[in-house]
């Protein structure tokens, strides 16, 4: 498997290149060279095949040019012991349940997949790496799970003070773990800040084998493309129509992962989201990219940090964008909309929802308003166990769902006795921890 720069299509690396060395130097994001068709291997699959399998066939065939079957499977056998869950809620409409995972949140699936990956590919080279990342507390718990007992991934988590959460003593370096936890007396946008302008020098991200766990890491965001396989293998013998998946935007890398599946012969008919300012409908009632507006080359880089995957869908359209207006469905949604969501989807379903599923229900009915196929089927995508959202939940709906050991624990508080770094010099003090880190890792 070749990935190319969403900026360059000549800045052509493997996928252990682009994992490993997450950002193209010239300022894109990587995205697949190649458009693979996997029909004989999705066709193949049933409702009995395992999502480890999925992932493990569907990684041979993207990149069996790198790895071998056995190392396929094995980074996927590694990365899921858990998988997600697809119900019917009525007659052509299911829900894809995506927080079956130990902390409950959508992202144990792309960050499990990824540090299997990176253990596997370091292993094989005698390498080390680091991840450096932001968090506000759900991508350093899942990363921190992720990483106990691994031998050549370190992690640096840099976090607005008295944010973290999900961590335990033995998770971090000083205690033998594999997370150094730095506090910054500043605002997240101070820490994503801090993290750019590491990743902006070239020299340093190579010494110290820096990458990212979000989802500008394509190896992050390429297993989520198992999400929709892993339905479509649980509905394909009892769905006659079109399918239609309806999901929360988020920094859209869901809806990339889904497009990728598209484009490697899965059967999709579209992607329903609530509209955002980004993706939003024009006056026809289609698809709009509002950012399309401005010339790739005058942009500014994209941000390690805090990633927006515009530009990888960009990239899918780019050579038809009429096809987009046949594949992305966006919907308005309103504040009102989404509290009521939440009651209908438990009163009608006895589902408890947060607010990204609530908005994406409401997108999801207005859709099938214009559906004239009655064959066609909708799968609700819910990415977070609704008990990450109580709050919310329990103000639409007068009650709590139950929260589950690994979520509970996934939202406990975690305080460090050290005090913050100054925003002031922050930079210098992070590149400090990172080269001890580096030090430790190759003595």
Not at 129 to 142: K, M, Q, R, Y
Not at 193 to 217: C, M, P, S
């Amino acid at each position: 498997m070749h990935l190319i720069s969403t900026r360059n299509s000549d800045n052509v690396v493997t996928f252990e290149q682009a994992v490993l060395d997450c950002m193209p130097k010239d300022g894109g994001l990587y995205v697949p060279a190649d458009d693979a068709d996997l029909r004989r291997w999705i066709l193949y699959i049933d409702g009995k095949t395992s999502f480890a399998s999925i992932a493990g066939a569907l990684t041979s065939a993207l990149i069996n040019d790198e790895f071998s079957p056995i190392i396929c499977e094995t980074i996927a056998t590694r990365a899921f012991p858990f998988e997600p869950v697809v119900k019917k809620l009525e007659d052509n409409f299911y829900m894809l349940e995506l927080f079956h995972g130990p902390t409950g949140s959508h992202k144990d699936f792309g960050i499990s997949y990824l540090v299997s990956c990176v253990e596997t590919i370091l292993t094989l080279e005698n390498k080390h790496a680091i991840f450096l990342d932001v968090t506000n507390g759900e991508l350093g718990s899942c990363l921190a799970r992720e990483l106990r007992g691994k031998k050549r991934i370190k992690a640096v988590l840099v976090y607005p003070e008295g944010s973290l959460r999900g961590l335990e003593d033995r998770d971090l370096v000083e205690n033998g773990g594999n997370i150094c936890a730095v506090e910054v007396d500043g605002t997240e946008d101070d820490c994503h800040e801090i993290v750019k302008q590491i990743f902006a020098d070239r020299e340093i991200v190579k010494k110290y084998g820096l990458t990212v766990a979000n989802t500008a890491n394509i190896g992050r965001l390429f297993p989520q493309a198992f999400f929709y396989t892993f339905a479509f293998s649980r509905l394909k013998a009892s769905v006659y129509g079109d399918i239609y998946y309806s999901l929360a935007a988020g920094n859209y890398s869901n809806v990339v992962a889904g497009l990728y599946s598209w484009k490697y012969s899965l059967p999709v008919k579209g992607f329903i989201i609530p509209a955002t300012d980004s993706l939003t409908v024009d006056v026809m009632g289609n698809c709009q990219l509002l950012d399309s507006v401005v010339p790739v080359e005058k942009r500014l880089p994209a941000n390690p940090a805090s990633p927006s995957n515009i530009e990888r869908l960009e990239n899918v359209f780019k050579a038809n964008s009429l096809m987009m207006k046949n594949l992305i469905f966006p919907a308005n949604v309103s504040e009102n909309e989404i509290e009521d969501a939440c009651k209908e989807l438990f009163m009608k379903y006895h589902v408890f929802a947060d607010k990204s599923t609530c908005k994406a229900y409401i997108a999801a009915r207005k859709h099938m308003g214009k559906m004239e196929d009655d064959d066609c089927a909708t799968v609700l995508v819910a990415r977070d166990d609704p008990a990450l959202s109580a709050d919310f939940v329990k103000r639409c709906l007068g009650e709590e769902p139950e929260m589950k050991e690994g979520v509970a624990l996934a939202l406990k508080p975690y305080k460090q006795s050290k005090a913050p770094l100054s925003v002031y010099d922050a930079f210098d003090s992070l590149i400090s921890i990172i080269e001890d880190l580096h030090a430790s890792q190759i003595s």
